[in-house]
Nanobody, 121 residues
Framework: QVQLAESGGGLVQPGGSLRLSCTAS????????MGWYRQAPGKQRELVALTTSGGRTDYQYSVRGRFTISRDNAKNTVYLQMTSLKPEDTAVYYC???????????????WGQGTLVTVSS
């Protein structure tokens, strides 16, 4: 069973920065994709950024130039560096991973428990 451990959320003033981390552990043969989603109160969950095993990255338009996703393959960890934060970035941020299971070689998806990011003065 694979689990995701997230950290790095908190309260920050507008214009500030935060870095989120997410580490996958368990029966993993290969991580195909890691990414971050967010869900603000009363809104649907949306993609923020993702990175694939091939090195491709995608960003939601509203965070391009402000957020950077990166990955440490040796540690099965993905990071989201967030800068120039705005009040509208306030949300629960969820880590998402698509991986190949070690024993069955099936591709599975797992979500983290979420970490709250609040941007407010």
């Amino acid at each position: 069973q694979v689990q995701l451990a997230e950290s790095g959320g908190g309260l920050v003033q507008p214009g500030g920065s935060l870095r989120l981390s997410c580490t996958a552990s368990g029966s993993i043969s290969r991580i195909n994709r890691m990414g971050w989603y967010r869900q603000a109160p009363g809104k649907q969950r949306e993609l923020v950024a993702l990175t694939t095993s091939g090195g491709r990255t995608d960003y939601q338009y509203s965070v391009r130039g402000r957020f950077t996703i990166s990955r440490d393959n040796a540690k099965n960890t993905v990071y989201l560096q967030m800068t120039s934060l705005k009040p509208e970035d306030t949300a629960v941020y969820y880590c998402n991973t698509l991986y190949t299971e070690y024993d069955t070689i099936r591709v599975r998806e797992v979500w983290g428990q979420g970490t709250l990011v609040t941007v407010s003065s």
